[in-house]
T-cell receptor, first 113, second 115 residues
Framework: AQSVSQHNHHVILSEAASLELGCNYS??????LFWYVQYPGQHLQLLLK??????LVKGIKGFEAEFIKSKFSFNLRKPSVQWSDTAEYFC???????????FGAGTILRVKS | GAGVSQSPRYKVAKRGQDVALRCDPI?????LFWYQQALGQGPEFLTY????????KSGLPSDRFFAERPEGSVSTLKIQRTQQEDSAVYLC?????????????FGPGTRLLVL
């Protein structure tokens, strides 16, 4: 069965620090990869996605993620975080012709102002 | 435009009670998903509809869980004889017709607490 691992459950950073959240998945076939974000009191929103092409994907609010197929990884990065990035971040995977998403456990990011 | 809506937003049920959770997908979205999110965990897939057809119900944890989408729009997730372990947030998501990499848009969820 597919699984998704997120390396850190809680991350605390100061404003302007750089962010990298790890995500590894176990499925060996072709996959679609997603990062979703849930801001306090809001619903899950798509941050960025990869399904083909350039393995470096740029999303909203300055986030980017790099798909490294050989490492089964899809790490999320942001060069300089802001207080408003405080949220929970979920990595998710779906199979090429399957629709259901398999989520990681999430990483709670707190940015100190 | 309007996003995915869910009702009720909060539900408290006594153990053994039946509950029904409603999802209104984005207009025109033929795919609809239900997920269950336990405290401190990521969402877990329950079931998937394409229009009115339930194509995958492999994630439903027991036969107490039942979902329907009779007219291919609104969906209802029903849980019979609720138990404490059913306490979770139930998320609904919808997406455009099946194609590679389609995005699922999530609703705000229904937080169910079974006492």
């Amino acid at each position: 069965a597919q699984s998704v691992s997120q390396h850190n459950h809680h991350v605390i950073l100061s404003e302007a620090a750089s962010l990298e959240l790890g995500c590894n998945y176990s499925y060996g076939g072709t996959v679609n990869l997603f990062w979703y974000v849930q801001y306090p009191g809001q619903h899950l929103q798509l941050l960025l996605k990869y399904f083909s092409g350039d393995p470096l994907v740029k999303g909203i609010k300055g986030f980017e993620a790099e798909f490294i197929k050989s490492k089964f990884s899809f790490n999320l990065r942001k060069p300089s975080v802001q207080w408003s990035d405080t949220a929970e971040y979920f990595c998710a995977v779906s199979r090429e012709y399957g629709n259901k998403l398999v989520f990681g456990a999430g990483t709670i990011l707190r940015v100190k102002s | 435009g309007a996003g995915v809506s869910q009702s009720p937003r909060y539900k408290v049920a006594k153990r053994g009670q039946d509950v029904a959770l409603r999802c209104d997908p984005i207009s025109g979205h033929v795919s609809l998903f239900w997920y269950q999110q336990a405290l401190g965990q990521g969402p877990e897939f329950l079931t998937y509809f394409q229009n009115e057809a339930q194509l995958d119900k492999s994630g439903l944890p027991s036969d107490r869980f039942f979902a329907e989408r009779p007219e291919g729009s609104v969906s209802t997730l029903k849980i019979q004889r609720t138990q404490q372990e059913d306490s979770a947030v139930y998320l609904c998501a919808s997406s455009l017709p099946r194609r590679l990499g389609e995005t699922q848009y999530f609703g705000p969820g229904t937080r169910l607490l079974v006492l």
